[in-house]
């Protein structure tokens, strides 16, 4: 994909804080636990939180290309920061779409300044992200809801300012139609939360949230009753794409640190690089990852000129979690290239475990604490006979 002069100037600009001011001190942070409040200013006065919402809502109307090129060049040196900016594109627009002009402007212009963080709360106990079969209870009472429930596995639960709660208001039977999304901050009463110990992207976090007869004002509702499914499911079809640009980053960020190794360790007299067993399998996940961009750029180049892009986007994300997708070999290869002794090689493959599953086979769980997501990429790695 050609970019634009305006394209690549925002993507340098992000990429260059990224590089510069993010990527350094990016796992003292992680140890940390928390997001740098300083930091999230510092990346909204750039313009780089939700740059694709229009100017009366904090953005600087860039489009949908340049939202995945921040949020790549944002998660190449810190794969949390990149959440946030991708949480500012998809909950920023969901909320300047559906909510009233005085909650919408006010909230959202706060969010791409970097002063507040959003989350999204539809994940349930027992029933996961089923948005269809949400069972936690939005009951109208005159002019509010009051809202009784629980949420778990809620990323930003207990740094963020305001979620985007789902709940049901109709019956169980209405299935899809009965869901209804909401506007909530989170100093009202009745808000409590916990915290996981979780094996990675601590600065984020993640917990349940419980909800004990939360009043809410009707004008906090995101939209009509009965529509909160529709508006989010539509959402996610565009954040899909810049996770998966968030998760080729990273796994670039690896290869990038490994071509520096190879050509840094010496063997026979020159550089490892220098062999083809080395470099060849190196070339190769560059393909994949150059593969795997254009894909994302292309689903947002759509989505940017309104034309469907739910195929781009199924497939961009089914990339990033597929048992047999080409991008989680390439951890486990990284890793034996570095020798599993780098510090670079731990930082990115740090809590590689293996599990027998068969007589001939093992199943490699990398749990990439860093850099990539939460949960453990599961691929087989068949042992030499």
């Known amino acids: 994909m050609i970019l634009t002069p305006k394209q690549e100037a925002i993507r340098d600009v992000a990429l260059r804080f990224s590089r510069e001011v993010l990527r350094p001190g990016y796992q003292a942070r992680e140890r940390e ?26 953005g600087i109307e860039a489009g949908s290309v340049v939202a995945g090129l921040v949020c790549e060049a944002i998660a190449y040196g810190d794969f949390n920061f990149g959440c946030v900016q991708m949480m500012g594109s998809l ?10 002009a005085e909650v919408g402007v006010a909230w959202t212009r706060r969010l791409a300044a970097g002063e507040v963080i959003f989350c999204i709360a539809m994940t349930k106990p027992k029933g996961g992200a089923d948005a269809a079969n949400i069972q936690m209870k939005a009951r109208r009472a005159g002019d509010a809801y009051i809202l009784s429930g629980e949420k778990t596995s809620i990323s930003f639960c207990d740094q963020c300012d305001a979620m985007i709660v789902l709940a049901r208001t109709g019956m169980p039977a209405e299935g899809a139609h009965g869901v209804t999304a909401f506007f909530v901050p989170t100093d009202l009463p009745g808000l409590s939360w916990t915290r996981y110990d979780d094996l990675g992207s601590k600065i984020v976090g993640r917990g349940s949230v419980f909800f004990d007869n939360v009043s809410m004002p009707v004008t906090r509702r995101l939209g009509g009753e009965g529509k909160g499914f529709t508006q989010v499911m539509q959402g996610f079809d565009y ?35 220098q062999h083809q067993g080395v470099s060849f399998p190196l070339v190769e996940f560059e393909t ?7 894909l994302g750029y292309y689903g947002l180049s759509l989505a940017e000129a309104g034309r469907p892009y739910r195929v781009e986007s199924v497939d961009g994300s089914e990339n990033r979690v597929r048992c047999d997708s080409p991008v989680h070999p390439d951890r486990w290869a990284l890793c034996r290239l570095h020798g599993s002794a780098t510090p670079a090689a731990l930082a990115r493959c740090d809590g590689i475990r293996v599990r027998r599953r068969s007589r001939a086979d093992h199943e490699i769980a990398c749990c990439t604490r860093t850099r990539g997501t939460r949960q453990p990429h599961f691929f087989t790695h068949q042992p030499r006979s």
Do not use: N
């Open 91 to 100: 909950l920023g627009a969901l909320v300047a779409r559906h909510a009233i």
């Open 288 to 294: 994949m990852l150059a593969g795997l961009r254009q």
């Open 239 to 273: 954040s899909r794409i810049l996770l998966s640009l968030m998760c080729i980053a990273a796994a670039q960020a690896s290869i990038d640190e490994t071509w520096a190794y190879t050509r840094d360790r010496q063997s026979m007299g020159v550089a490892i690089s």
């Open 33 to 58: 636990g928390v997001i740098d409040r300083k930091l999230l200013r510092q990346l909204g006065s750039l313009g780089l939180i939700g740059p694709d919402l229009p100017d009366r809502f904090g």
